[in-house]
């Protein structure tokens, strides 16, 4: 019977109506039977709620089917998942926008709302400020209400009364000095579902509301309600019915040129344009002003996308704009002025889909410009030869509309936005969430973007909505920029990238459903483009039964923190939750190259100058690190290697990697991949490791974040860096030796300088060959192969005290250097004095310039070459 129901099921998401409502009743009466033969409670408890699930979706669809008034159900599916504290809390807060306060709708107002008296005759008054622009304040000439802005009298004809709610014709309307045709636009397109018809999506939006014959109603005291979608959830935006007007012939709001005493549209218009700021509105897009006013589903094609494919695309929404679940509006790019007048197009602007048919062979939009006498279509150029009748205007009534071929607004428009009806799918989920900003080293990488493992039982299409919520300094960013570009400062592909861009991604993650640590092109299933929009959608089909990760992705989204809300719609019932850490313990940490830290790649001598941490590892356990810097452009390498355990704290400076071979390194990261990289390693024993960050040129300074995770407790701890906290005493002369090029001389493979000091001093000896050019293509091809110590005495009865590399002869371009050692004035004394030597064996070869040797002493006291008695320097060492 579960196979049955299961079948059921799988119909149920490819079919609609009638057909739709068939099989989820016999899915559920098949799962009510499967429940009744269960042998185990939880199988019982399993069925029985899945059965309630199709009984719910039985009666939305035949809630649908019969035409219920949209009063009695919210026009996008409810979210059934409970909210957390936390995302009940972001709503609260995202609640309050520019000095206003919009509640989440609870539940629609009663009659009382619109006939009690208040305020001075009787008339609700907006308290809140509505600010308009400077254009706008020099015609203005105040607020007035419909009955003034009509000639109608209280109390007067009931005909004219009823002609401010309801339109006597096709409606025209028409925007003029408001910059908001992305709004105008919207609610040419959203016409033919606003009419005077039984669930009319104006009966949820607007109240109060004359359900008797289907139209807004005028409400007795001013006072005008609307339920609205914005910042996450379905909210209360209230106004009353004062609209601005002008001494000139301009309007400051949306006009009906058929129906000039029709005012609902212009209290949309005001209800939006509260939520967006006020009339001075900067801009929008349509398809974001209808998920407002509508709550349908937002999706924005980029029309000159290569991905776009025109009869797919055409199909598609062909297809749902017949049955009445779509609404098109369309945006124009920065198109150039002769360009406009040839074409008569006006550049980023938004149009109206009013219809679309086929003729012939042609597929055909029928277009509305928004602007009262604005540019209309010319034809020019089109790509399809249109009969006389369909080019340019339709007809003398139809003002500014126009006819225009499929492949033409391919050509001519950036954008298509399809605003989706949300009762095409059974069920939605909603998950609220807030972002702090990432600081700009880890822009590029995802240790801090929110992602979710998503799991879908079949595999029939999913649609993700993210939506980002508005807030004050996204208003204050978008008029300052619209200043900009009106004096010819600035574009609006200006003003789209101050906002910063958002998108989604969907991965293959391993494990399943984890956290992704960065961008990986190889796991990558589905994305979106990133949008300057406060929505993007993506569409998917699911791999069923297997979990994959959803990332929220951004760039320079310009303020420091953001909330969000994802919307699943889907066909069957996901489960979803924040995606976990594929290891439990995690740690960020950030530094930076610097003068002294940017030693470059492992083949330039200061490779060991870069910045080194002590990792330590209670238990066996995996590693992952993640390293990204801001600079993008700039290669980076991550390096793992053995170190021995710190004998104390104080000796943590022994831990530095000072040489390096290729069995020293456990794991590295691929060679030098530019702004961000990683490294991982399946299994490291417990105890320490030295970490190497490193450029692959050295002298590149950057700021970094190192993210490192493992599965066991562990620490890392920054290595201060060669010879931190010692004095540094140099040995001259410096070099100590210079080798010419083709040195075969005979000079001395021992040499010696003697030390001196006046207290008990911990010390230790560096060494380093030097080139006497800095060019890598004329660097000399080998050194003498070298080693360096300190002795107690001199001849066959001197102690050696510390050693570089224990002993073996080394080449020392990255520096050798001897462990430290505690000497005491008396000691040195008596062993025949205090040396540093340093020996060498083989000669330099043919190059371009020669080099040396520089030797330092590293010191917690002051230490003194020669033994304070007059001499100093080097001497030779080879009768030993």
């Not at 379905?234 to 012939?249: F, G, M, N």
């Amino acid at each position: 019977m579960e196979a049955q129901a299961l079948e059921h099921e799988r119909r149920l998401a490819q079919t609609q109506g009638d057909e739709a409502l068939k099989h989820a009743i016999a899915a559920a009466e098949l799962y009510m039977q499967a429940a009744g033969k269960a042998k185990t409670a939880e199988d019982r408890k399993r069925l029985r709620k899945k059965c309630v699930e199709l009984i719910g979706l039985g009666e939305r669809l035949k809630a649908s089917a019969k035409g219920i008034d949209a009063a009695s159900r919210p026009p996008v599916p409810q979210s059934t998942r409970p909210l957390t504290t936390a995302e009940k809390t972001i709503l609260l807060k995202a609640s309050r926008l520019h000095g206003h306060l919009f509640p989440p709708w609870e539940s629609a107002p009663g009659s009382e709302s619109f006939s009690s008296a208040s305020g001075p005759e009787g008339q609700y008054v907006d308290p809140s400020p509505f600010s308009l622009s400077e254009e706008q304040q020099a015609i203005f000439a105040g607020w007035r209400r419909p009955s003034e802005l009509a000639g109608v009298k209280d109390g007067g004809e009931p005909e004219a009364v009823d002609q401010l709610m309801t339109a006597q014709a096709e409606m025209d309307l028409a925007q003029d000095l408001a910059t908001d045709c992305s709004v105008v636009a919207s609610l040419c397109a959203a016409a033919r579902h606003v009419g005077p018809t039984k669930g009319s999506l104006v009966e949820s939006l607007m109240y109060p509301f004359d359900r008797t014959n289907n139209r807004p109603e005028v409400s007795q005291n001013g006072k005008y309600i609307f339920r609205m979608y914005f910042n996450g959830t379905w909210r209360h935006v209230v106004i009353d019915d004062r609209l601005p007007t002008s001494h000139t012939d301009r309007t400051l709001y949306v006009v009906d040129r058929r129906n000039p005493r029709l005012i609902w549209p212009a209290l949309v218009e005001k209800a939006y344009l509260k939520i967006r700021g006020g009339y001075d509105f900067p801009g929008s897009n349509s398809g974001t002003d209808l998920h407002a006013l509508t709550g349908w589903i937002p999706e924005q094609i980029f029309l000159q996308s290569d991905e776009v494919e025109l009869d797919e695309t055409w199909n598609r929404i062909k297809k749902a704009y017949d049955k009445g679940n779509a609404m098109l509006t369309l945006g124009t790019g920065n198109i150039l002025p002769e360009e406009e007048q040839a074409l008569g197009l006006v550049k980023e602007h938004d149009y109206a889909v009013i219809n679309l048919k086929m003729e012939d062979d042609s597929r055909l939009l029928l277009i509305k410009n928004p602007w009262v006498d604005s540019l209309v279509w010319t034809g020019v150029g089109s790509s399809v030869t249109l009969k006389a009748h369909t080019v340019g205007s339709v007809s003398e009534s139809a003002s500014n509309q126009f006819w225009m071929a499929f492949e033409d607004v391919f050509q001519h428009f950036e954008s298509l936005y399809v605003n989706w009806n949300p009762a095409l799918f059974p069920y939605r989920q909603d998950h609220h969430f807030k972002w702090d900003m990432p600081d700009k080293t880890e822009e590029l990488v995802f240790t801090h973007n929110p992602q979710y493992s998503v799991l879908s039982p079949s595999g029939s299409p999913v649609w993700i909505l993210l939506s980002r919520h508005w807030q004050d300094g996204e208003l204050d960013i978008l008029r300052q920029r619209k200043a900009e570009k009106e004096r010819g400062q600035a574009s609006l592909a200006t003003v789209s990238k101050q906002l910063g861009f958002m998108a989604l991604v969907m991965y293959a993650s391993s494990p399943h459903g984890t956290r992704m640590p960065l961008p990986d092109p190889s796991r990558s299933l589905h994305e979106t483009p990133f949008v300057d929009s406060p929505n993007t959608l993506l569409r998917y089909d699911p791999t069923a039964g297997t979990p994959q990760t959803l990332v929220i992705t951004q760039t320079e989204l310009p303020l420091p923190t953001y909330s969000f809300t994802l919307s699943f719609f889907s066909y069957q019932p996901l489960t979803i939750a924040p995606a976990a850490h594929p290891l439990a313990h995690n740690t960020s940490l950030t530094g930076a190259w610097t003068r002294r830290t940017a030693g470059g790649s492992a083949s330039h001598p200061r490779y060991f100058t870069n910045p080194q941490y002590l990792l330590t590892l209670s238990a066996p356990s995996p590693l992952s690190l993640v390293l990204s810097t801001a600079a993008r452009d700039l290669p980076l390498h991550v390096a793992v290697l053995f170190s021995p355990s710190p004998t104390s704290a104080a000796n943590i400076t022994n831990q530095r990697i000072t040489s390096l071979s290729g069995r020293d390194i456990l794991c590295a990261s691929s060679e030098y991949h530019r702004g961000c990289t990683s490294a991982t390693h399946p299994l490291l024993d417990a105890g320490c490791y030295t970490l190497i960050l490193s450029t692959f040129e050295p002298a590149h300074l950057a700021r970094y974040t190192l993210t490192l995770s493992t599965s066991t407790q562990h620490t890392i701890t920054p290595l201060p860096s060669d010879g931190a906290g010692r004095l540094r005493t140099p040995i001259p002369p410096n070099p100590v030796v210079s080798f010419p090029p083709d040195d075969t001389s005979s000079t001395s493979r021992r040499l010696r300088a003697r030390l001196s000091v006046a207290r008990l001093t911990r010390l230790s000896a560096v060494a380093r060959t030097t080139t006497t050019t800095t060019s890598s293509s004329s660097r000399m091809r080998a050194m003498p192969a070298m080693r360096i110590s300190l002795e107690l005495g001199t001849g066959a009865h001197r102690i050696v005290l510390a050693l570089s590399r224990e002993g073996e002869f080394a080449d020392a371009a990255m520096g050798l250097r001897t462990g430290e050692v505690d000497v005491e004035p008396e000691v040195v004394r008596a062993g025949g004095g205090l040396w540093v030597v340093l020996e060498r064996i083989g000669g330099g070869v043919a190059g371009a310039g020669g080099g040396g040797v520089q030797v330092e002493v590293l010191s917690d006291g002051e230490v003194q070459v020669g033994g304070g008695d007059g001499g100093g320097g080097w001497e030779n060492g080879d009768e030993d």
